[in-house]
């Protein structure tokens, strides 16, 4: 049973790891268009994909032309500040390594406390006493 603990706890790092990794890197991405002014054509973009049929079935398309217009509209006004918030966000990706490593300790005590708590339970002769 203790084995089945740790290899839970591995499989939580690994998917908390990736995903982080995930987040960084699309943090960065973010940042960098940002900063480089490159997020204009991209919202526009954007806003000209046609909205699928079959996303009617779950949203409604004015909501989803609504969002491509408000993305467009904040781009647009958020123009001359862009570089500044690409450099701000560029601040994130330590902060998001930081809960990264917050979240490892609680997986690995919470791993250690089931550990633990599975050899208090096991009968005595079982642990040769």
Known sequence: MKIAVWIVCLMLLGFWTGGTLLLAELTEWGAR???SGEAV?????FTQWPVPAWVGMWVDAAWIEAAQ???TWALQA???T???VGSVIGWVVPFLWVLWGLGAVLVLALAFGAH????RLQPA???GI
């Open 78 to 80: 958020l123009h001359g």
């Open 33 to 35: 268009k940002l900063a």
């Open 116 to 119: 633990w708590m599975l050899g």
């Open 82 to 84: 862009l570089p500044l």
């Open 69 to 71: 217009g408000g993305v």
């Open 125 to 127: 002769h079982a642990r």
């Open 41 to 45: 054509p991209l919202g526009e973009v």
